[in-house]
């Protein structure tokens, strides 16, 4: 593996290179009256109506079936916590649909997928199905990881799904692993590693970062900022705030991005997987988002006001999509109602299936410690 | 047979099954082009490139965690630690990735990596250079843990631990890579991970030892066989999962039992296997268990106090005179 210093980032163009404030990005919506909002508003649907093009009615159409199965399945999975069917920690991703779905729209089913605990939505967007991971929030034998990994630790080996990792920032220099395998192994793989922004002010992101950019490997690093580390403010974590930024750092590229358009994420995306495939560079993207949820579902969220909260539901990524799929005669408030119904079936099927699965086997305790167990006293 | 050091035996390993499988590569500071903090891979950059052998940052969290990613997309690295004290910031990655990733993935994901460099006491390095962490990684489920004590065991081992799916934490000695030894040239030659091996046939009384306090015990038991005691010398070589039924064997025989360790004795191995003894063999002991651990001190520079913080042939001596009721 040569040492090479990378070279300068091949597409920094002035569009990869917009400041935090420049166009196209979300900041926090002003504090002021609903007719500033509403503009902000109209003005974000006009930039991702010009979007549009390039895709078919049916890829547009998908991206919102999958924002709606992940939102709806997100809900229904606050319920069964509230329900008791939920053990343990419960990350939801109601909120941050358009940043899993845009960004894995972007990649093909043999490329790789590592995430932090807050995945459920990421392994949908993988391709897993409802049932295989809502039975796995439930603890049960037909759970992705038979019913030992739980909310945080999703894995499906069959879709490229590697997990579902629950120490803060612990999946980034595996993500950095699985691209180096697959430069190792001459494919053309791409990895697409989604964070928080709170992981960034971990070691393992700096370490990673710079491996990445010196051995040139093809790994796209996702920071979701949804601006809150559980209960600390980035403004209260993080002495330089444009997480894009810190990727001078590494000589690496970077954008920023607005994570309320499922099409934004999806085009800087893309760009980066380009690079990656063609040229084994790494990029960091930073995904401006918001979780309308707790940090958990043990949250009282008492770090944030209902009116802040309200204000960025005002950009709710759902919302602005259906507005510019109706606005564009993608299809008709019929279409999106028929949309919205099969999603609420999908997900009560997903919790019958949970519902009805066995517990896992008693003697599953013991299995899966080892691929390679010694029996004592092997001779 | 060829007389080799362990340095030469772990290299012969590392070149044969980097040879053997393609998915093999060798990772850590100073491998490559250095040769080696200790020239245990002295050589095989040449032999085999810089995309099998390759140098890293000083940044082991970061190395540790690419193995491991690396490993779950379906290579087998083996990961340098240039000595396991800075393992220690890598132990997110070791433990909360790769020992438990097969399981919280429920049989998804094995994790085929090997994590290998010196550990234990070096030479007047003081504390942060010099200690033996082996009972940290034997704790947890999910790893594999190797100490070998001579060349030949060394190099059947570490080929046995890089063939191995599990994650193998494999420590070689730092004050023992110069020791020497006869180790058979078959290239097929392995020793499997798990087996325990008597290093002296004896009588009276056992001794448990590993890594360093190998070639200690057996000094020990030549000097009390003059004595008149005879001493099994017992060297697990794979702590984790421990043989214990061969150690249980020899104590029905021996009814005595030292366990000579340079690691503290707070928590540690010899700790845990005097427990197993206690469970298993209770009504055969004809004296309490000894351990002769390392002392429980950070460790000193001074050479005066660091040749009291570890474990030597003459305490060994005296313990196990101590459980004959000698003195």
Same mark, same amino acid.
């Given at each position: ?11 920094a163009?002035a ?17 002021v ?15 991702q ?11 547009l ?20 916590y ?6 343990g ?10 940043? /899993?779905?845009?960004? &894995?729209s972007?990649?093909?089913?043999d %490329? ?7 995945? $459920? ?31 945080? $630790? ?14 803060? =920032? ?25 964070? /928080? ?23 796209i ?15 209260r ?13 590494? #000589? ?15 085009e ?12 084994? @560079?790494?990029?960091?993207?930073e995904?401006?988002?918001?979780r309308?949820?707790? $940090?958990?579902?043990?949250?009282? /969220? ?18 602005l ?16 109602? #028929?949309?919205?119904?099969?999603? $609420? ?9 949970? %519902? ?22 092997r001779? | ?35 080696g ?16 052998v ?18 779950m ?29 097969l399981?919280?993935?429920?049989g ?63 420590? #070689? ?28 046939? =004896? ?9 360093l ?25 794979? &702590?984790?999962? @421990?043989? &214990? ?22 928590? =540690? ?15 055969y ?31 060994i ?9 000698? %003195?």
């Amino acid at each position: 593996m040569s040492k090479q210093t990378a070279e300068p980032p091949s597409a920094a163009n002035a569009e990869e290179q917009q400041s935090s404030t420049g166009a196209g990005v979300m900041d926090a919506p002003p504090d002021v009256d609903p007719q500033l909002l509403k503009k902000e508003r109209d003005q974000a649907k006009a930039r991702q109506k010009d979007r549009f093009s390039g895709l078919d009615n049916d890829q547009l159409i998908e991206l919102y079936r999958q924002m709606l199965l992940i939102r709806r399945f997100e809900e229904k999975s606050a319920e069964a916590y509230v329900a008791g069917k939920i053990g343990g920690f419960c990350h939801l991703y109601i909120g941050q649909e358009a940043v /899993g779905v845009g960004a &894995i729209s972007a990649i093909r089913q043999d %490329d790789y997928v590592l995430a932090s605990y807050r995945e $459920h939505g990421l392994a949908l967007a993988k391709g897993m199905s409802a049932r295989s991971v809502m039975a796995e929030l439930f603890g049960k034998a037909t759970g992705c990881s038979k019913g030992k990994g739980g909310s945080m $630790h999703m894995f499906d080996k069959s879709v490229g799904f590697l997990g579902g990792h629950a120490i803060v =920032g612990g999946q980034i220099p595996l993500a950095t692993g699985t691209a180096f395998a697959t430069k190792y192994q001459g494919t053309d793989q791409v990895t697409l590693c989604f964070f /928080g922004e709170a992981a960034v002010n971990q070691g393992a992101f700096h370490e990673s970062l710079n491996m990445a950019q010196l051995w040139k490997l093809p790994c796209i690093y996702i920071c979701e900022n949804n601006q809150y580390g559980m209960g600390t403010s980035l403004a209260r974590a993080m002495s330089l705030r444009d997480i894009a930024q810190k990727a001078c750092a590494y #000589e690496m590229a970077s954008e920023f991005v607005d994570g309320m358009d499922v099409l934004a994420v999806r085009e800087a995306t893309l760009r980066a997987v380009e690079r990656a495939r063609k040229d084994y @560079l790494p990029t960091l993207l930073e995904i401006r988002t918001y979780r309308f949820m707790g $940090h958990s579902m043990s949250d009282p /969220g008492n770090y944030r006001t209902r009116a802040e909260i309200e204000k960025y539901q005002e950009r709710d990524p759902l919302k602005l999509f259906s507005a510019s799929l109706l606005e564009e005669k993608v299809l008709d408030q019929k279409a999106l109602d #028929e949309l919205d119904r099969r999603a $609420h079936e999908e997900v009560d099927d997903s919790i019958r299936f949970g %519902d009805e699965s066995p517990l896992p086997d008693p003697e599953e305790l013991y299995t899966d410690i080892y691929a390679n167990p010694i029996e004592p006293g092997r001779k | 047979m060829a007389t080799i050091t362990i340095r030469e035996a772990l290299n012969q390993a590392l070149r044969e099954e980097l040879a053997r499988d393609e998915k093999v590569f060798l990772m850590g500071e100073e491998v490559a082009e250095y040769d080696g903090a200790y020239k245990v891979t002295k050589g095989l950059l040449r032999e085999f490139g810089a995309k099998r052998v390759i140098d890293t940052p000083i940044t082991e969290l970061g190395f540790a965690g690419l193995g491991v990613g690396a490993a779950m997309a379906g290579l087998r690295p083996v990961i340098e630690f240039m000595t396991f004290n800075f393992s220690i910031l890598a132990t997110d990655q070791i433990i909360n990735s790769a020992a438990k990733m097969l399981y919280m993935s429920g049989g998804q994901f094995n994790i085929p990596i090997v994590f290998r460099g010196p550990s234990g006491s070096a030479f007047q390095v003081s504390s942060q250079h010099s200690q033996a962490i082996e009972s940290w990684y034997a704790y947890f489920p999910g790893i594999k843990v190797v100490m070998p004590s001579t060349p030949a065991d060394a190099k059947g081992l570490l080929k046995s631990a890089i063939r191995d799916d599990d994650p193998v934490i494999f420590m #070689e000695q730092e004050r023992m890579y110069g020791n020497k030894g006869e180790v058979p040239d078959d290239p097929d030659f392995t020793i499997p991970l798990g087996v325990a091996d008597v290093k002296r046939e =004896g009588k009276d009384v056992t001794i448990v030892a590993r890594s360093l306090t190998v070639p200690l015990a057996l000094k020990a038991a030549e000097q009390l066989e003059q004595q008149g005691v005879s001493c099994e010398v017992i060297d697990p070589r794979t &702590i984790r999962p @421990l043989d &214990i039924e061969t150690i249980i064997e020899s104590v029905k025989k021996t009814n005595r039992v030292v366990i000579a360790e340079e690691s503290h004795p707070i928590c =540690g191995v010899g700790a845990e296997i005097s427990a197993e003894i206690m469970e298993r063999a209770f009504d055969y002991l004809d004296a309490p268990v000894k351990r002769v651990s390392g002392a429980d001190v950070p460790m000193p520079y001074a050479k005066n106090l660091e040749n009291l913080a570890i474990p030597d042939v003459d305490r060994i001596v005296a313990a196990v005179r101590e459980v004959a009721y000698l %003195d």
